[in-house]
């Protein structure tokens, strides 16, 4: 990791310039009317423009493993992922840096925790050379974009594991991924409160578990219930996991 500070003339732009440059990133990165399923990809590529990085991708860290996607994703594959990850299921989070002293080519990870045992990593990689100079200026503006990942990915992993009951007192949901909460809104047609039930099906509650937790009656529970197998194409509770997340891998490593 490049810490040393250097004294290297700043480009030939404005300060105002560049400042509407990280305003634009900084407003991707929280901007909440952007889906899940694209919300990460979408702040990869706002910082890989800011920082002036080739190429970039994400990683998706859940007890399952890292699940990648992105221009560069085949990076990040196989035992090559563990040059950006480490051996640990879970890297620590923060900005990581490596360059290639041979080539001058260097690699950006920056890893936020969203909820216990799942994080997110945006990678950007310079495939050329970069200067010391570039390196610490690329960790600045990283610097200033990490809190601000961080709370935007908090901040939705909390609310796809939430919801509000008619007092306004918020009731915690189930353990469902943010990836397949948006899949089955998005691919299925689930609705708030049936992708709630779903994810207490998950956790194996009969429909009378079920009622209480959601404060309605055993009859709409037995409705909603029925309405999530009719949408997942499936007759049974047993077979919700696999509906739920088909592309799920048992590989430490996958391609979304």
């Given at each position: 990791?490049?810490?040393?500070?250097?004294?290297?003339?700043?480009?030939?732009?404005?300060?105002?310039?560049?400042?509407?440059?990280?305003?634009?990133?900084?407003?991707?990165?929280?901007?909440?009317?952007?889906?899940?399923?694209?919300?990460?990809?979408?702040?990869?590529d706002a910082v890989c423009a800011?920082?002036?990085?080739?190429?970039?991708?994400?990683?998706?860290?859940?007890?399952?493993?890292?699940?990648?996607?992105?221009?560069?994703?085949?990076?990040?594959l196989g035992v090559r992922g563990?040059?950006?990850?480490?051996?640990?299921?879970?890297?620590?989070?923060?900005i990581w840096l490596r360059a290639?002293?041979?080539?001058?080519?260097?690699?950006?990870?920056?890893?936020?925790?969203?909820?216990?045992?799942?994080?997110?990593?945006?990678?950007?990689?310079?495939?050329?050379?970069?200067?010391?100079?570039?390196?610490?200026?690329?960790?600045?503006?990283?610097?200033?974009?990490?809190?601000?990942?961080?709370?935007?990915?908090?901040?939705?992993?909390?609310?796809?594991?939430?919801?509000?009951?008619?007092?306004?007192?918020?009731?915690?949901?189930?353990?469902?991924?943010?990836?397949?909460?948006?899949?089955?809104?998005?691919?299925?047609?689930?609705?708030?409160?049936?992708?709630?039930?779903?994810?207490?099906?998950?956790?194996?509650?009969?429909?009378?578990?079920?009622?209480?937790?959601?404060?309605?009656?055993?009859?709409?529970?037995?409705?909603?219930?029925?309405?999530?197998?009719?949408?997942?194409?499936?007759?049974?509770?047993?077979?919700?996991?696999?509906?739920?997340?088909?592309?799920?891998?048992?590989?430490?490593?996958?391609?979304?």
């Amino acid at each position: 990791m490049d810490d040393a500070v250097f004294d290297q003339p700043m480009p030939n732009q404005t300060f105002e310039q560049r400042a509407a440059e990280i305003a634009a990133a900084m407003k991707v990165l929280a901007n909440a009317t952007i889906t899940d399923a694209h919300w990460p990809m979408a702040c990869a590529d706002a910082v890989c423009a800011l920082v002036r990085a080739d190429n970039s991708a994400i990683a998706r860290h859940t007890p399952d493993g890292a699940h990648v996607d992105g221009r560069a994703a085949h990076r990040l594959l196989g035992v090559r992922g563990t040059t950006y990850f480490g051996l640990d299921p879970l890297p620590a989070s923060g900005i990581w840096l490596r360059a290639d002293d041979r080539t001058g080519k260097s690699a950006v990870r920056v890893t936020v925790y969203t909820e216990p045992g799942h994080a997110l990593s945006l990678l950007l990689f310079f495939d050329r050379a970069t200067t010391a100079g570039e390196r610490v200026g690329t960790r600045m503006l990283l610097e200033i974009a990490e809190p601000v990942l961080a709370a935007s990915a908090t901040f939705r992993a909390q609310l796809g594991r939430r919801t509000i009951k008619p007092d306004g007192r918020a009731a915690s949901s189930s353990a469902l991924a943010v990836d397949d909460v948006t899949r089955l809104r998005d691919r299925y047609g689930l609705t708030s409160r049936e992708i709630e039930v779903t994810g207490l099906l998950l956790r194996g509650e009969s429909n009378r578990e079920i009622a209480d937790r959601l404060s309605i009656s055993e009859h709409t529970a037995r409705h909603h219930t029925e309405s999530v197998l009719g949408k997942l194409g499936i007759r049974s509770r047993a077979a919700i996991p696999r509906a739920v997340s088909p592309l799920r891998s048992s590989g430490p490593f996958r391609t979304s």
